[in-house]
């Protein structure tokens, strides 16, 4: 099997030649394994339930495919709102004439991240349209997941509560944008692509109080400060010099006049938490690979209501606009 083929989506002998011989080789459980029309879960708990489409270009990028930023993108959105991530549903959109070797270098990557959280892909499809119908390959997504820590909200930020962010960021965003346009800088410019549930556990396991937490894709950091800005209705202040960034990073919105602030990243988060948790929830977060780099970067304040407050490292203040148009379009 060198490419895929129209056939191959048709229902019949190649479908279930690439289900059985590509699919449940990476991604084989018992309920996927059932061929059902429907997964048959067993959950008695409260639910997290999410769904998502990539479509990201390239494909392929450093630091990740859009196999991986599938698995990792469900599973984070499920663990922001303290959710164990349990199940997936995929469902591929694959262009004819893609070739096999692409397509099995995506399933194999989806498989090896589901291991970091443990989520289970249980239920899926595959449609194969004409060449030119679509590019290389679309992917969407549900995830399931358990609710282990209620009461995350963009709605519960309130005056004093500490902002912190897991790294730096950026990154993704810089990444694709990098490689999309044929920018070639020195440094390591690599997608942050990851899954984030470990952080989250860990920040859980501590009883830290987690007011309001959100991965920073579409929009960037600037897109979720204004969004709990406005849904709580409180001023957000943050520290231009704490925030962590990237010199590739920096020195790429620099060249081509963007706004860090605003660029996507894919293995981030952004924590609210009371001034009294701010410093163990820190310190919670270093002591995890996926949060070496985090920062206290600012805090919220009565003033301002409604907007992000950026302080230079001078003492001017500016506000900080949310995200306008689309800065980078098929990021994810």
Known sequence: MKQILLSHGGGGEETQKLIKELFFKYFSNPILEKMED????????????????????????????????AVAGTVNDLSMMGAKPLYMSCSFIIEEGLPFEDLEKIVS???????????QIVTGD?????????????????????????????????????????????????CIMAQRE???????????????????????????????????????LSAVLNEWAEQSNIGIEIEEEKIPLKDEVQGMCELLGLDPFSLANEGKLILAVPEEDAEKALEIMKSNELGKDAQIIGKAISDYRGKVILKSPYGSKRILEPPAGELLPRIC
């Open 38 to 69: 429907a997964a048959v879960l067993e959950t008695g708990s409260k639910l997290a339930f999410t769904t998502d489409s990539f479509t990201v270009s390239p494909i392929f990028f450093k630091g990740g495919d859009i196999g991986k930023l």
């Open 109 to 119: 990557s989806m498989a090896e991240e589901t291991k970091k959280s443990g989520v």
């Open 126 to 174: 595959t449609k194969v349209v004409p060449k030119g119908s679509a590019d290389k390959i679309f992917i969407n997504t549900t995830g399931i997941g358990e609710i282990v820590y209620e009461g995350i909200s963009a709605h519960n930020v309130r005056e004093r509560d500490v902002i912190l962010v897991s790294g730096t960021i950026g990154d993704h965003g810089a």
């Open 182 to 220: 044929g920018i070639e800088l020195e440094g390591n410019i690599a997608s942050d692509c990851a899954s984030l549930w470990s952080l989250v556990k860990d920040l859980i396991n501590a009883e830290i109080l987690i007011k309001a937490m959100r991965d920073p894709t579409r929009g960037g």
